[in-house]
C-alpha cells in the first residue's frame, strides 16, 4: 500500500479512554488524510495536512485532534472515544494539495464499547 | 455543495457479461471526478480520473469510464467482467472550494462464475 503503515490494524477500546491511531509514510509526500468509513457513508474526511505542523478539519472533526511534528508522521487522537466512533479508519497521502491521486493505508478497524 | 451519488448499493454481473457502476454528480464549476476501488481488509486504490478531454477515460484493470455532462453522469464500466472484479467501488468529486477529496456511499460489485 504505497509505503504507509496505520497501526495498530485492530483495537477494542472503552468509552471515555484516549485512543491515538498512527500513520507513517515512506513516500515523503506533503499531504496526509485521515478518513472514517461507515456503511452507507463511504469515506468521510476527519482531518488534513498540508505539512509539517500545518493541519485543518475536514467534515467530521468533532471529538478527534491530529498532530503532525514529522513530514512521515500523522497521529489522529480521539480524546474520549465515545461508541459513535466505532468505525474503520484510514489515512491516505498525496503528492499534491489538489488531491488528483490519493494513496491508502490499509486501515484500522477500532471498536469503542 | 459538491456531491456525488451511487444509486446502487450492489450490483450482480456473470463473469464474462458487460459492467456498469453507476455515479451521478452536482458541482458548480467543471467536474474533476475519480473512481477508487477497495477490495476485502485493504485500502482505497486509485482506478481512474477524469479532468478534462475525451469523455471516455482508461484506467487500471481494464476498466474505463465515460463522462456525461448532459446527464452529469460518470459511469464505470468493463466489457468483460471477472470474478476478480468482486469489490467495493466508490465515485468522488473534487470539491472546488476546499480541494478535497468527497466520496460516494460505494457500490459493492459481486461477478459470479
Known amino acids: 500500500d504505497a509505503g504507509i503503515t496505520q497501526s495498530p490494524r485492530h483495537k477494542v477500546t472503552e468509552t471515555g479512554t484516549p485512543v491515538t491511531l498512527r500513520c507513517h509514510q515512506t513516500?515523503?509526500?506533503?499531504?496526509m488524510y485521515w478518513y472514517r468509513q461507515d456503511p452507507g457513508h463511504g469515506l468521510r474526511l476527519i482531518h488534513y495536512s498540508y505539512g509539517v505542523k500545518d493541519t485543518d478539519k475536514g467534515e467530521v472533526s468533532d471529538g478527534y485532534s491530529v498532530s503532525r511534528s514529522k513530514t512521515e508522521d500523522f497521529l489522529l487522537t480521539l480524546e474520549s472515544a465515545t461508541s459513535s466512533q466505532t468505525s474503520v479508519y484510514f489515512c491516505?497521502?498525496?503528492?499534491?494539495?489538489?488531491?488528483?491521486?490519493?494513496?491508502f493505508g490499509s486501515g484500522t478497524q477500532l471498536s469503542v464499547l | 455543495a459538491q456531491s456525488v451519488a451511487q444509486p446502487e448499493d450492489q450490483v450482480n454481473v456473470a463473469e464474462g457479461n458487460p459492467l456498469t457502476v453507476k455515479c451521478t454528480y452536482s458541482v458548480s464549476g467543471n467536474p474533476y471526478l475519480f473512481w477508487y476501488v477497495q477490495y476485502p481488509n485493504r485500502g482505497l486504490q486509485f482506478l481512474l480520473k477524469?479532468?478534462?478531454?475525451?469523455?471516455l477515460v482508461k484506467g487500471s484493470y481494464g476498466f474505463e469510464a465515460e463522462f456525461n455532462k448532459s446527464q452529469t453522469s460518470f459511469h464505470l464500466k468493463k466489457p468483460s467482467a471477472l470474478v476478480s472484479d468482486s469489490a467495493l467501488y466508490f465515485c468522488?468529486?473534487?470539491?472546488?472550494?476546499?480541494?478535497?477529496?468527497?466520496f460516494g456511499t460505494g457500490t459493492r460489485l459481486q461477478v459470479f462464475p
Open positions: 468522488a468529486v473534487r470539491d472546488a472550494y476546499t480541494d478535497k477529496l468527497i
Open positions: 513516500e515523503n509526500h506533503r499531504y
Open positions: 491516505a497521502i498525496s503528492d499534491r494539495g489538489r488531491s488528483e491521486k490519493l494513496f
Open positions: 477524469y479532468i478534462t478531454g475525451d469523455n
